[in-house]
C-alpha cells in the first residue's frame, strides 16, 4: 500500500486480509493455528480502533443517515470484540474454540461487507481524493498506536483516547513476552 491509498482501498484490502487469516486459522492446527489467530486478533483491534477513530466519525458526519449506519456498525464491532476476548482464552484446538470461531468469522465477514455497503461506498460521493487520501494516513496513524487486543466498550474515538494508550502499552507488552516465548 503506498501514502496514495485511499481509506476505502485500504480498509478493502485490510478486510481482504482479515478474510484470508480467518481461513488460515480455519485451515491449519496447532502452533500455526494459535499464530495465526493472534495474527487475526491483532489486524482486527487496530483495524476496529482505527475505524472507530478517524471512519466513523467521519462517516457520521458526512453521509446520509450516518449516525444509525455508525451506530449498527459499533454494535457490530462491540459484539466481535466480546467473542475475540473469550475465544483469546481458550484452547485453539477445542472443539468449543471452533464453534465460536466459526460463529465470529460469520459475524466478521457480514460486518466488513456491511461497511462497505453501508459506509464506504458513500466516502468517493462525499469526499475527494486528497480527503481520502488523508484518511487513510490517519487510519494508519491511529493502527500504530492502537491496543492489540480487543478491548470491549471502548468504542467511540473519546474511549480510544481515555483507555487505548494505557490498554496499546500492556497489549504490546504482551506480544513481546509472547513472542519471547514461543
Not at 472443539?95 to 458513500?122: C, K, S
Amino acid at each position: 500500500m503506498t501514502e496514495r491509498t485511499d481509506v476505502v482501498e485500504l480498509l478493502k484490502e485490510q478486510h481482504t486480509r482479515i478474510r484470508e487469516l480467518f481461513d488460515e486459522v480455519a485451515n491449519t492446527k496447532g502452533g500455526d493455528r494459535k499464530r495465526h489467530f493472534h495474527d487475526l486478533v491483532r489486524l482486527l483491534a487496530v483495524h476496529e480502533t482505527a475505524e472507530e477513530e478517524v471512519v466513523h466519525p467521519f462517516a457520521r458526519k458526512n453521509i446520509d443517515g450516518g449516525e444509525l449506519v455508525v451506530k449498527e456498525r459499533i454494535e457490530e464491532e462491540e459484539k466481535a470484540k466480546r467473542a475475540l476476548s473469550r475465544l483469546d482464552d481458550m484452547d485453539p484446538d477445542s472443539p468449543e474454540f471452533l464453534d465460536e470461531f466459526a460463529a465470529l468469522r460469520q459475524d466478521v465477514l457480514a460486518h466488513a461487507d456491511n461497511e462497505e455497503r453501508y459506509e464506504l461506498a458513500h466516502f468517493a460521493r462525499i469526499a475527494d481524493r486528497g480527503k481520502l487520501e488523508a484518511l487513510a494516513r490517519a487510519v494508519r496513524a491511529a493502527e500504530a498506536l492502537a491496543p492489540t487486543r480487543p478491548h470491549p466498550g471502548t468504542d467511540t474515538a473519546l474511549k480510544n483516547v481515555a483507555v487505548g494508550p494505557m490498554a496499546a502499552v500492556i497489549d504490546r507488552t504482551r506480544d513481546v513476552v509472547r513472542k519471547a516465548m514461543g
